[in-house]
C-alpha cells in the first residue's frame, strides 16, 4: 500500500468522522424532506412533459392516419372520373402518410410505456414522501428523547452519586450515635439522681439507729416516733426453767471436780 492511499484512507476517515459528529438528526431529516419534495417536483414535472409529448405524437399519429384515409379516398374518386395519373399521386400521397401514421404509432407505444413508468415512479415517489414525513416527526421525537436522556446521565454522572450516598450514609450513622449517646446520658442522669435519693434514705435510718444507741448507752430513751418501725427494741424473754436446771448441774459437777483436786 502506498503512502498516498495511506494518506487519502486517513484524511477521509477523518472527514467522515467529522460530517458524522457534526450532524444533527432533525435537520438531517428536514433536510431530506425538502430534499424529496423537490424530487418529487421534478418528477411531476417529467411526467406533465412525458404526457404532453404523448399527446402530441398522439395528435400527430391520428393527423397523419386521417390524411392517409383522405388520400385513399382521393384516389378512387380520380379513379372513378377516369383519372388514373391523378389516382396514382393520391395513392403516393396516402402511402408517405401511413408510414408517417405507423412510425407515430411506434413512438406513441413506446411514449406510452414510458408515461405509465413514470405515473408509477412518480405515485410511488408521493408515497415514500408521506411515509417520511410521518417517520420524520417520529424520529425527532426519538432524537430528542435520547438527547435528554443523554443530558440526563452525564448531569447523574458528574453528581457523582455513589460519593454523595456515601456521605448520606455516614451522616446517619452519625446521627444514630449522636441519638445512642444521648439516651446513654439521660439514663445515667436518672440512675445518679435515683442514686442520690436512695444514699439520703439510708443515710436517714443509720442516724436513727445511732441516736438510739446513743440513748441506751447513757440510760436516756429515744422518742420511738424517730426509729424505724423494724428496729424497735424488744424486752429479753425470761429464762426457760429446762435452762435453769442445767444451769444447777453444771454447778454441782463443777464442785466435785474442786473436791477431788
Do not use: H
Not at 424532506?33 to 424530487?39: F, G, L, N
Not at 435520547?146 to 446521627?175: C, H, I, P, Y
Not at 439507729?209 to 441506751?216: D, H, I, Y
Amino acid at each position: 500500500m502506498g503512502l498516498f492511499d495511506r494518506v487519502s484512507r486517513v484524511v477521509r476517515s477523518n472527514l467522515n468522522a467529522a460530517v458524522s459528529s457534526a450532524e444533527n438528526p432533525e435537520k438531517i431529516l428536514d433536510q431530506a424532506i425538502i430534499d424529496m419534495q423537490e424530487d418529487l417536483v421534478q418528477m411531476r414535472q417529467a411526467v406533465a412533459g412525458a404526457i404532453a409529448s404523448q399527446k402530441r405524437v398522439q395528435q400527430q399519429y391520428e393527423r397523419a392516419n386521417n390524411e392517409a384515409n383522405t388520400w385513399q379516398q382521393r384516389a378512387q374518386l380520380a379513379l372513378q372520373k377516369g383519372d388514373e395519373e391523378l389516382a396514382k399521386q393520391a395513392l403516393l400521397r396516402k402511402k408517405t402518410q401511413a408510414e408517417t401514421a405507423a412510425a407515430l404509432k411506434g413512438q406513441l407505444d413506446s411514449q406510452s410505456g414510458t408515461v405509465e413508468q413514470l405515473k408509477r415512479n412518480l405515485i410511488g415517489l408521493e408515497s415514500k414522501l408521506s411515509e417520511a414525513k410521518t417517520k420524520k416527526d417520529m424520529l425527532k421525537a426519538r432524537a430528542s428523547a435520547a438527547k435528554a436522556n443523554e443530558q440526563l446521565q452525564n448531569t447523574t454522572s458528574r453528581m457523582n452519586t455513589g460519593s454523595a450516598m456515601a456521605a448520606f450514609e455516614r451522616m446517619e450513622e452519625k446521627v444514630l450515635q449522636m441519638e445512642a449517646t444521648s439516651q446513654a446520658a439521660a439514663e445515667l442522669a436518672g440512675a445518679d439522681l435515683e442514686s442520690q435519693f436512695a444514699s439520703l434514705e439510708a443515710g436517714g435510718d443509720v442516724d436513727l439507729e445511732l441516736a438510739a444507741m446513743k440513748a441506751q448507752l447513757s440510760g436516756g430513751t429515744v422518742d420511738q416516733g424517730q426509729l424505724p418501725a423494724a428496729e424497735t427494741a424488744v424486752p429479753a424473754p425470761e429464762a426457760a426453767p429446762e435452762a435453769v436446771e442445767v444451769d444447777a448441774e453444771l454447778e454441782a459437777l463443777r464442785a466435785q471436780i474442786d473436791k477431788l483436786d
